[in-house]
């Protein structure tokens, strides 16, 4: 069964606190991307990824860090500098960063991020 | 001004109804228009995809693209409550490595 899974569901932080947010997929796509949804806001893209051990910020990357030492996982780090991190969180993946491969995306079920 | 402009709603109509969803834009460089549906709570899932101008139908759904007018139209004919869902546009310039534009997102409500 393949696609993306996104962990966890849920996620609480602290004030203060770094917390990263899992994303794995087996769907032997060289694309990942992270995208900020709020309320009447639409997505935004964090960062993405076009192959292992390279990534380039999106729009709102100040706050944010990302990883990709593996082809099948892109964790989301939201440090204690992102002053506003409440929002539902997802991460999609395509065959390819470069058109005509990426313009279908696949996504994640999300994770609901709040601070406590 | 924001580069894609969607309604946000909520939009609600009676079980059968057709339904019209838009989107405009102002940048000419777009070239590749999409449309991903969203439940509640999940990732969006890719709807319709349209290149330049011009319309594509798929079952109940039909995408329509206006370039001249920067112009999007989603239509859903003989609408279901399963249609109750936010639609998202987003498109893409043809020289963009990854970046695809959302528009808000426009929640629809398909009453029985």
């Known amino acids: 069964d393949g696609g993306i899974t996104q962990s966890p569901k849920y996620l609480f932080r602290k004030e203060g606190q770094n917390v990263t947010l899992s994303c794995e997929q087996n769907?032997?796509?060289?694309?990942m991307y992270w995208y900020r949804q709020d309320p009447g806001q639409g997505l935004r893209l964090i960062y993405y990824?076009?192959?292992?051990?390279?990534?380039q910020k999106g729009d709102i990357a100040e706050g944010y860090s990302v990883s990709r030492e593996k082809k099948e996982s892109f964790p989301l780090t939201v440090t204690s500098a992102q002053k506003n991190p409440t929002a539902f969180y997802l991460c999609?993946?395509?065959?390819?960063?470069?058109?005509?491969?990426?313009?279908?995306?696949?996504f994640g079920s999300g994770t609901q991020l709040s601070v406590l | 001004q924001k580069e894609v402009e969607q309604d946000p709603g909520p939009l609600s109509v009676p079980e059968g109804a057709i339904v019209s969803l838009n989107c405009t834009y102002s940048?000419?460089?777009?070239?590749?228009f999409m449309w991903y549906r969203q439940y509640s709570r999940k990732g969006p899932e890719l709807l319709m995809y349209?290149?330049?101008?011009g319309n594509k139908e798929d079952g109940r759904f039909t995408a329509q693209v206006d370039k001249s007018s920067k112009y999007i139209s989603l239509f859903i004919r003989d609408s279901q409550p399963s249609d109750s869902a936010t639609y998202l546009c987003?498109?893409?310039?043809?020289?963009?490595?990854?970046?695809?534009?959302f528009g808000q997102g426009t929640t629809l409500q398909v009453k029985p």
């Open positions: 999609a993946s395509s065959i390819g960063a470069d058109l005509p491969t990426n313009e279908k995306l696949f």
């Open positions: 769907l032997n796509h060289d694309a």
């Open positions: 990824s076009q192959i292992v051990n390279d990534f």
């Open positions: 940048n000419s460089a777009f070239q590749y």
């Open positions: 349209t290149y330049s101008s």
């Open positions: 987003a498109m893409k310039k043809t020289s963009n490595t990854g970046k695809l534009i």
